[in-house]
C-alpha cells in the first residue's frame, strides 16, 4: 500500500516531442506528489509537485495531470529539449513534515537531437 | 532555494575501513534528515531518518551498527559506514527538511556522495 509504481521504465522521445511518464500509487493517504528530476551523479531536485485539491498544475514546460479517483498522477514535458534527459522520480507523501516520501521506481529519459 | 551541502562527492576505500559522509543545510535550521542509498539505475532507497539531538530511526533491514548516524546540530548530519565492504559501494544521498515541522514541500536534497568499497 506504501508503493508508488512508475512507468516507463525508459523512455526516448524526439526533440520538441511530448514526454509523458505515469505513476499509480494506492494509499489514500497520500496528499502530495512530487516529481524530482536527477542527472547522473546528482542528487534528485523538485521539479513540480501536485496537491490532489487540483487535476492539474503548469509550470513552464512541465505539467502534472492527477486523478484522484484513479489513484493516478502523470507528469507531461512539453516541447522536450535534449537537455531534459535525466531520469524523474515520482512520488508521493503526506503534505506534513510527519511522513516519509516514497519514490517511483524511476524514468530515464532520452531526448534525441 | 535552500542548499544543502554533502561532502564528499566520492571517496574510495580499502575494504574494512570506514568513511564519514556529511551532510550540512549552508541557509537554513534542519531539523529533520534523511539519508538514502542509491544503486545504479535504482530508486533511493530510504535507509535512516535523522532528528536533531535524538537517536535516528532507521528502516527495515538497515543495519544501525553498520550505518551510523549523528545528527548533533540544526545544520549537521553525518553518515558513517563502518568497516566499509565491497557491497557497502552505492551513491548515498541526503536530504533535510526546512522549517522545523515543515511541510514535504520544503525538502532538499545534497549532491550524493559515491562510495567505492575496493
Known amino acids: 500500500q506504501q508503493q508508488v509504481k512508475q512507468s516507463p521504465q525508459s523512455l526516448i522521445v524526439q526533440k520538441g516531442g511530448i514526454s509523458i511518464i505515469n505513476c499509480a500509487y494506492e494509499?489514500?493517504?497520500?496528499?502530495?506528489f512530487p516529481w524530482y528530476q536527477q542527472f547522473p551523479g546528482k542528487g534528485p531536485a523538485l521539479l513540480i509537485a501536485?496537491?490532489?485539491?487540483?487535476s492539474e498544475k503548469k509550470e513552464g514546460r512541465f505539467t502534472i495531470s492527477f486523478n484522484k479517483s484513479a489513484k493516478q498522477f502523470s507528469l507531461h514535458i512539453m516541447d522536450s529539449q535534449p537537455g531534459d534527459s535525466a531520469t524523474y522520480f515520482c512520488?508521493?507523501?503526506?503534505?506534513?513534515?510527519?511522513?516519509?516520501?516514497?519514490f517511483g521506481s524511476g524514468t530515464r529519459l532520452s531526448i534525441r537531437p | 532555494g535552500a542548499v544543502v551541502s554533502q561532502h564528499p562527492s566520492w571517496v574510495i576505500c580499502k575494504s574494512g575501513t570506514s568513511v564519514k559522509i556529511e551532510c550540512r543545510s549552508l541557509?537554513?535550521?534542519?531539523?529533520?534528515m534523511f539519508w538514502y542509498r542509491q544503486f545504479p539505475k535504482q530508486s533511493l532507497m530510504l535507509m535512516a531518518t535523522?532528528?536533531?539531538?535524538?537517536?535516528?530511526?532507521?528502516e527495515q533491514g538497515v543495519e544501525k551498527d553498520k550505518f551510523l548516524i549523528n545528527h548533533a546540530s540544526l545544520t549537521l548530519s553525518t553518515l558513517t559506514v563502518t568497516s566499509a565492504h565491497p557491497e557497502d559501494s552505492s551513491f548515498y544521498i541526503c536530504?533535510?527538511?526546512?522549517?522545523?515541522?515543515?511541510?514535504?514541500?520544503?525538502?532538499?536534497f545534497g549532491s550524493g556522495t559515491q562510495l567505492s568499497v575496493l
Open positions: 541557509d537554513f535550521q534542519a531539523t529533520t
Open positions: 501536485i496537491r490532489p485539491d487540483v
Open positions: 536530504s533535510a527538511r526546512d522549517i522545523p515541522g515543515g511541510s514535504n514541500e520544503k525538502l532538499f
Open positions: 512520488a508521493a507523501s503526506s503534505y506534513s513534515s510527519a511522513s516519509k516520501i516514497i
Open positions: 535523522s532528528n536533531e539531538g535524538s537517536k535516528a530511526t532507521y
Open positions: 494509499n489514500t493517504a497520500f496528499d502530495y
